[in-house]
């Protein structure tokens, strides 16, 4: 069994910064790509970015320059370094991972957190 825990979601005024965490854990023996997404109010859910085990990351261009994705592959945890907080950036905020090698030679694939919310005041 594999779960996915977020945190650092809140409230914060527009301007603001907010760092999310997204720590896996289970009989993992090693995770592929790790990623932020969100679902605002009324929309869909969407892809903020994401980083492979290597470290090459993609973001959404409504988050460039402002979103930083890290993992610390020890901890097989994700993070996303969220700054110049926008009231558009308000919403759940879940993490993703495509594909968990287990220690017992298994495959998991699209595991999902149960999301953390983030509020943008402005």
């Known amino acids: 069994q594999v779960q996915l825990v977020e945190s650092g979601g809140g409230l914060v005024q527009a301007g603001g910064s907010l760092r999310l965490s997204c720590a896996a854990s289970?009989?993992?023996?090693?995770?592929?790509?790790m990623g932020w997404y969100r679902q605002g109010p009324g929309k869909q859910r969407e892809l903020v970015a994401d980083?492979?085990?290597?470290?090459?990351?993609n973001y959404a261009d409504s988050v460039k320059g402002r979103f930083t994705i890290s993992r610390d592959n020890a901890k097989n945890t994700v993070y996303l370094q969220m700054n110049s907080l926008k009231p558009e950036d308000t919403g759940v905020y879940y993490c993703?991972?495509?594909?968990?090698?287990?220690?017992?030679?298994?495959?998991?694939?699209?595991?999902w957190g149960q999301g953390t919310q983030v509020t943008v005041s402005s």
């Open positions: 993703k991972v495509d594909r968990i090698e287990t220690v017992y030679g298994t495959t998991v694939y699209g595991s």
């Open positions: 289970g009989s993992i023996f090693s995770i592929n790509t």
């Open positions: 980083i492979t085990s290597r470290g090459s990351t």
